[in-house]
């Protein structure tokens, strides 16, 4: 008889800058998160139409590589989903509104704002 998993949450993180993805994966894995990564909203919107109820947290830069914007995929993931908790990120001023409930943080943030959201993600 094999004994139960415990619970792991999961994040989506969708960056096509290879260096933040990296170092955002790393500080949520560190953190016991399980990590899914993507460098396109396109390659993030696979993952969703499968996996949406099962994530708590996806970040996003708002310039991805591809047709679609990390806006227009927090949409999406907030339609898949509307429990999660969705972070856009840029390093310049956001010219699109944010669907309700999705936060948008300026560059450079910290990373221990990304460890307070991961907290927050889990709790929900």
Known sequence: MGQAQPYQATALIVEDDVMQR???CLLLEESGYQVIQCDSAEAAELVLEKSAGALCLMLTD?????????VELAYVAKGRNPRLDVVV???RPLMQPLPNGVKFWAKPWAPLDVLREAEIAQLA
Not at 62 to 70: E, I, K, P
């Open 62 to 70: 708002v310039q991805l590589a591809g047709r679609m914007n990390g």
């Open 22 to 24: 990296e170092m955002l």
């Open 89 to 91: 990120t840029s390093g």
